[in-house]
């Protein structure tokens, strides 16, 4: 939308100074000015339409469909506003969406008679608001949602008599508000005590933040408590909710954080709590759920963290704990699943890090255990699975460090359990090793042909483990972060085809490992930070392998490779594919300090040198065209990287690295000693993290013709002072160039 102002008189005397008319010629001439200044205006609206907006007083408008004018916006310093009724000799009939949002000076409003909308957080978080006037005889029927939400210092509103319309919790966060106000005329709504209700008093639907009362009993007329209505209302400590209430609303008692206990009257008919409708109750120390209640929305009670006790009453219909529902409720001791739930949702008991008993009741239906549903509940020691269980995801106990045992009612046709482990009910696939075990080893049984993701994920206390030859698949992260792991013993016969992603990634412990001939692929990360592995060998069937596969294998100085594979090759304990035209891996071990890539390579894989913190330098052959640019930021050793002459694409000066043009720097080596740096006058762009941890370097001076810096360019260079040519920083320079904040000198050499 274009925004103009109408100054006609203005233009027409610029007009008549500009053409130097004679006072005989000024009539005839002011005419035609008039017209043209008319045809304009028409031209104008005809063209912009009803969405036009202007400006006049500070005020900006905009013309609606009915002809009248919605005020939009305001730009003055005026802290008292009385808002115009009209403008252009037309009313004023709405305040816009967000029209005097986030405007802190204004203390007080007046809002003429003839507004008949305010729009959703049209006063939003102003904050030193603290008066709100409607003048007599006003027509306002709608308020939005949000409209006052954060004015946090004003304490009381009357609301006209003609609204019929109040959107979602208007008054939010008004931390000073004690009581809204109604026009004993308004045939919509009605206010007790300062609490706004419908007319007939069903609904409640706001209770001021900031009344003072500490507890607050619900009238029996109520069923239903609005969305937000107790929103941050931090000094209410007991409600009482009668049984009348059937509904309780999305985030109705969110973030109340004094309140301790809440009561539901005897013979409640709560049917619904919804989302997060008692979340960040901090204070809240326990809770009795109606047996009369259905349906518990998302995160209900989440990051109640003073919640020691739940309690579903006798005979409860509840049907589902949804997803997040006690996320976050460290105190939780324990909870019964009343019998009818059937689904526990996607983090539903979540880092409930006391939580140490969880019982079902007799006769449970529950069919479903979704993902990370107790994770991170440290003090559980043992669950029994119900007999109609037929779903448990992969992480649903993951990082609960007491489990000791998994227990499966012998009836469920689904599940089974064997000392404490978790399988299906043939015993084909091996589902959850409980991590609380102390046993030091495990032979997985004869039967199982699959383990699951994260099956033995975080099993620190285990130090050797042997796998049948049945097992054909290892999941993701099975035996992850498995710190205590010295020894993996592969029966002979093994028919194990792939390692999956980080399946033995963080086992730190672990030394030597065979791969079965079996395997054929090793996916990404499968060995990533086995910081203790020193050597590894490839078999020849493996044809398709990752080359993060090893990535951060501190100790790792080999990478052999079977001598009938066909896919796969090694030299001097490097790996690359057979025609050795891609490098894929070079061991982080490796104690040379230098190495001279094989000419004929083409590229070099992504992080094939991450962390090879002994080489000081690199030689490039002239056949390299394609690697990732960054490839040895993370090499802190590295002093220099060499280019044989005769390549077509890299060049290096001095050890760092450049384009053939040296338009572009890609690399500056972190371990290169010198403290000052000059970039060359030929340099137009400075690749990202081109000079990443590069802690010797105290000045670098960029000169003029750079236009472009990448990402991260100087991110961790604890000593440097940036000497720049430009007088600020150019508009293609990286938002995140300099993201470690070293200072810059601007304008140097001018």
Same mark, same amino acid.
């Given at each position: 939308m274009r925004t103009f102002k109408f100054a006609s008189r203005f233009l027409e005397l610029e007009y008549w100074t500009q053409s130097k008319l004679t006072e005989e010629e000024y009539p005839m001439k002011r005419i035609v000015f008039g017209l043209i200044i008319l045809l304009s205006s028409i031209v104008l609206i005809g063209c912009e339409g009803k969405s036009t907006e202007e400006s006049a007083d500070n005020y900006t408008y905009q013309l609606k469909l009915d002809d009248s004018y919605e005020v939009t916006g305001y730009s003055g310093t005026h802290t008292n506003l009385i808002i115009p009724s009209t403008y252009m000799g037309k009313t004023v009939t709405s305040i816009g969406n967000e029209a005097f949002a986030r405007i802190s000076s204004i203390t007080s409003v007046m809002i003429p008679s003839g507004i008949i909308s305010i729009g959703n957080s049209a006063f939003s978080n102003c904050?030193?608001?603290?008066?709100?006037?409607?003048?007599?005889?006003? &027509?306002?029927?709608?308020?939005?949602?949000?409209a006052f939400n954060n004015c946090s210092n004003l304490s009381s509103v009357t609301i006209p008599a003609n609204v019929a319309n109040i959107g979602t919790n208007p008054f939010t966060f008004c931390d000073s508000l004690v009581a809204i106000d109604i026009?004993?005329?308004?045939?919509?709504?009605?206010?007790? $005590?300062?609490?706004?209700?419908?007319? $007939?008093?069903? &609904?409640?639907?706001?209770?001021?933040?900031?009344? &003072?009362?500490?507890?607050?009993?619900v009238p029996l007329s109520v069923t239903s408590i609005d969305t937000n209505a107790f929103y941050s209302c931090s000094g209410l400590t007991s409600i009482t909710i009668s049984s009348s209430v059937i509904h309780i609303g999305n985030s109705a008692f969110y973030m109340c954080t004094g309140l301790t206990g809440v009561i539901f009257e005897a013979g409640s008919q709560l049917t619904s709590m919804g989302d997060s409708a008692f979340s960040s109750c901090s204070q809240l120390s326990s809770m009795t759920i109606p047996s009369s209640v259905t349906s518990i929305g998302s995160s209900a009670f989440a990051n109640c963290s003073s919640l020691t006790s739940v309690t579903f009453e006798a005979g409860s219909q509840l049907m589902s704990i949804n997803l997040r529902t006690f996320y976050s409720c460290g105190s939780l001791a324990?909870?019964?699943?009343?019998?009818?739930?059937?689904?526990?949702?996607?983090?539903?008991?979540y880092d409930c890090t006391g939580l140490a008993s969880v019982t079902f009741e007799a006769g449970s239906q529950l069919t479903s255990i979704d993902r990370n549903a107790f994770m991170n509940c440290g003090n559980l020691s043992s669950i029994t699975i119900p007999v109609n269980v037929s779903e448990i995801q992969s992480d649903a106990f993951l990082f609960c460090e007491g489990l000791v045992n998994i227990d499966v009612e012998d009836d469920n046709a689904n599940y089974t359990s064997v000392n404490g482990v978790l399988f299906n009910k043939d015993m084909t696939h091996l589902l959850l090793y409980p991590i609380g075990k102390t046993a030091s080893s495990y032979e997985i049984p004869s039967s199982v042909t699959s383990i699951d993701w994260y099956a033995f994920y975080n099993c620190s206390r285990l130090t050797s483990i042997s796998i049948p030859p049945n097992v054909n698949n290892i999941g993701y992260a099975a035996f992850s972060k498995c710190t205590g792991l010295t020894s993996i013993t592969f029966e002979p016969g093994s028919q194990l085809t792939s390692i999956d992603v980080g399946v033995f990634k963080y086992c730190t412990s672990l030394s030597s490992f065979t791969i079965p001939p079996s395997v054929t692929s090793i996916d990404l990360s499968a060995f990533a930070n086995c910081s203790s592995l020193t050597t590894i060998t490839?078999?020849?069937?493996?044809t398709s392998l990752k080359a993060s596969a090893f990535a951060d294998c501190s100790s790792l100085v080999s990478i052999n490779v079977d001598e009938d594979n066909a896919d796969y090759v090694s030299v001097d304990g490097v790996l690359f594919d057979i025609e050795m035209t891609r490098l894929l891996s070079y061991p982080a071990g490796k104690q040379d300090s230098s190495y001279q890539i094989p000419e004929g390579v083409t590229s070099i894989e992504n992080q094939a040198f991450k962390n090879c913190n002994h080489l000081t330098s690199v030689t490039l052959p002239s056949s390299l065209i394609a690697m990732n640019r960054q490839e040895f930021r993370?090499?802190?050793?590295?002093?220099?990287?060499?280019?044989?002459?005769?390549?077509?694409?890299?060049?290096?000066?001095?050890?760092?690295?450049?384009?053939?043009?040296?338009?572009?720097?890609?690399?500056?080596?972190?371990?290169? &000693?010198?403290?000052s740096y000059q970039i060359p006058a030929t340099v137009t762009r400075i690749d990202r993290y081109a000079f990443f941890n590069c802690g010797n370097l105290t000045s670098v001076t960029i000169p003029a013709a750079v236009s472009d810096i990448g990402t991260f360019a100087f991110h961790n260079c604890g000593s440097l002072t940036i000497y720049a040519a430009a007088a600020s920083v150019p508009s293609g320079w990286d938002r995140y160039w300099n993201p470690s904040n070293r200072p810059v000198v601007w304008e140097y050499g001018s």
């Open positions: 904050t030193g608001l603290t008066s709100i006037t409607f003048e007599p005889e006003s &027509q306002l029927t709608s308020i939005g949602r949000s026009d004993e005329n308004n045939a919509y709504y009605v206010s007790i $005590d300062g609490v706004l209700f419908n007319k $007939d008093i069903t &609904q409640l639907l706001s209770y001021p933040a900031g009344k &003072q009362e500490s507890g607050y009993e324990g909870v019964t699943i009343p019998s009818g739930v059937t689904i526990i949702g996607y983090a539903a008991f490839i078999p020849s069937n493996v993370l090499c802190s050793g590295l002093v220099s990287v060499e280019v044989e002459e005769d390549n077509s694409v890299f060049v290096a000066v001095d050890g760092i690295l450049f384009n053939k043009d040296m338009t572009t720097l890609y690399f500056y080596p972190p371990g290169k &000693q010198d403290s």
